[in-house]
């Protein structure tokens, strides 16, 4: 089918504007994301940090058209010239794992454990390439080689398994990017890998993004990887997304007081735990029907009457940087 | 100085500890012979914990350090070694009769994920009672108060306390989890990963109650983790295991801030740094088999890019390089051997 090409450089990527998902349970409506949105341009790596439970990972699905059938969506989210929220399955089916792809949180569970890792690649060629059976399968030995898993040839007969989780993560980061996507997205490829490991993967997708002149979104709930490797960081809240802005601003000085605390508790060099701050309370029942209008507001000491009363107040501030919050820093 | 073995008066002293596995077995040369192949899960290994210390002990999973925990707390037998505690030989005990004995209460757990080691159908206070109920036999009023007592100093509001597992937040849990092990007033705590499953958020007020409640019931802890970030907040002194064996020790200042082991050395470099001005050491391949590793090869030969051949003739053992640091590497990052003994 025809692509449309993008009519120039300068449009985003990606483009997610005023994403709003529900889901519809039996004990109420959760409302997961509000008005979620942000960019992504061309070759860009951008972060989407946030606790659990903020909405990181269904940002991911939306965008995916990969959620739940209970979900009702609204928003627009524009991928390289086209809507994709309305784009039916097929059309979808189209740009999945082409054009866009993902890196699931959990290799074991996200793999097929009954198929050799090898086929599974050759399976993602031969739905989007114009590719035979055996070619796709080379192609697939290359991409394991491109990970570098070492032997290659012997191990595309390997099951998942077989594999430790750092050789699994990166059979997950072959099938990704064996279409060469010019989107890739990142769900916390990182978490339950030990360090050593996270920092080879890390190290590899970086390069391999950076080599393709792909973009990436990573999804992480870690404030000093996001920063390691990515241009712009987004902070998200309850569904909301708080705080936006260029990584080095954002550490330097940041605006949400939400953004604030969560770099002031995370551990680091030099800080010491009486130098660690918490964050008071927990994330809101995003089921409550009267949740406030900033959903940090029961959590924010800076909080006045109309943080709860609302609307909630989008900044957009000169140096490129966007802050939801009535009384920024 | 504290040598391996400890000063006499240690809380606990760990001597030649070794925990063995048997996976399958392996051929023995012809005639089809064969004898059962050992994992080394602990494979020698000897410290100590003084009064008031908190040990990190830190690697990469499947380097032995859960087991290294469970050895200590009594869960299973070793299987070879001797654990002292507070001068008494423990280790002797099987693991089913150290469940009732006198120091069951002096050695406490807990666990990493406080989700599945909670029994499900116990309402909080009934899971802080339990140990309570089995070994110091309190029963209505007495228990009750103590309870109370207990969660009240993790933070745990009186309210939760009839509240199930799935009813409570992961950090609800987590205080659940150490209510319990400090109920019945043990003198060294065993944490293991007790905060990898929390946000940062809920992770902060947590190691700001373990410093707390250390400070204030004089406990001595082992900490078992992987994140090293909270290591460096927590602990007094560290201990870095790799495939079954400590291969460097010392106070956590000095081995955060100039490691000597390549191993710690790449660990430390692999942490995530938003300035990025460090440049990572990466270990090439995959660690070596834990299951019946050569006793003659350095564990980490293959991946160490300061290997000779030397390493691969000889394992090198723990030498104390500084005070109170010990390194087993036959060749250590040099800033480190310059300020050698």
Redesign the interface.
Known sequence: MAWPPPDSRMAPLLAVEDLLVEFHTRSGTVRALDGVSFDLRHGEMMALVGESGSGKSVTAYAILGILDTAARISGRVVFDGRELLSAGEKAMGAVRGSKLAIIFQNPRTALNPIRPIGKQIADVLARHGNVTAAQAQRLGVEMLAKVRIPDPKRRAAAYPFELSGGMCQRVMIAMALACEPALLIADEPTTGLDITTQAAIMGLIAELVASRNMAMLLITHDLALAAQYCNRIAVMHAGHLVELAPTRLLFATPRHPYTANLIAAAPGEGAGLDRLSAIPGTIPDLRRGDLPACRYSERCERVTPDCRTGPLLRLDTADGRRVACRHPL | MTSSAGTPRALLSVNGLRKLYPVGRKLLGRFGRTQPAMLHAVDGVSFAIERGETIGLVG??GCGKSTLARLIARLIDPTAGMIWFDGADISTMPARKFARSEWRADIQMVFQEATDSINPRFTAARAIADPLIRLRDLRAAALRVRVEEVARLTGLPAELLVRFPHQL???QKARVGIARAIAVEPRLLILDEPTSAL???????I??LL?ELKQRLALSYLFVS?????V???CDRVLVMYLGRIIESGPAVQLFAAPAHPYTQ??L??????G?RRT?I??A??PRSPIDPDPHICRLYGRCPRATDLCRKVAPLLQQIAAGRLVACHHPVDEMAAAGP
């Open positions: 990469e999973s937040s992961g950090g946000d940062v958020s809920v992770q902060t007020v190691l700001k410093h992987h994140d090293l970030n909270v460096r907040l927590l790449a660990l470099s692999a942490l995530p740094n938003p990025a990572r990466a270990l391949g995959e």
